[in-house]
């Protein structure tokens, strides 16, 4: 059996960038994130939750957070696909 994984994409709205990052957890990483627990989003807070992107598995959210950090095509694509955009 697998367990979900989730892509999700956070807003900083001190510097009005994205964050993309994928987790089995999704409420507790966000928590993490608005708590200043994860180095990379440390001092971009406040961050608010864009996008949530739900896989079968946590290997196949992780191929693909890595496939939208490197593509932003690839990324929009994948929202207007799910009618996200």
């Known amino acids: 059996m697998f367990i979900?994984?989730?892509v999700y994409i956070?807003?900083?709205l001190k510097d009005?960038?994205?964050y993309i990052g994928s987790?089995?957890?999704?409420?507790?990483?966000?928590i993490k994130h608005n708590?200043?627990?994860v180095r990379s989003t440390k001092f971009r807070r406040?961050?608010?939750?864009?996008?949530?992107l739900e896989y079968d598995s946590i290997k196949i959210?992780?191929?693909?957070?890595k496939k939208?950090?490197?593509?932003?095509?690839?990324?929009?694509?994948?929202?207007?696909?799910?009618?996200?955009?």
Not at 23 to 30: G, P, Q, V, W
Not at 46 to 52: A, G, N, S, T
Not at 68 to 85: A, G, Q, Y
């Open 4 to 6: 979900k994984g989730f």
């Open 10 to 12: 956070l807003h900083s």
């Open 16 to 18: 009005n960038k994205k």
């Open 23 to 30: 987790t089995i957890n999704l409420k507790n990483r966000l």
């Open 35 to 37: 708590s200043g627990e």
């Open 46 to 52: 406040p961050l608010v939750l864009k996008y949530i």
């Open 61 to 65: 959210a992780s191929f693909m957070e």
């Open 68 to 85: 939208f950090k490197k593509s932003h095509d690839i990324l929009v694509r994948e929202l207007k696909k799910r009618k996200l955009l």
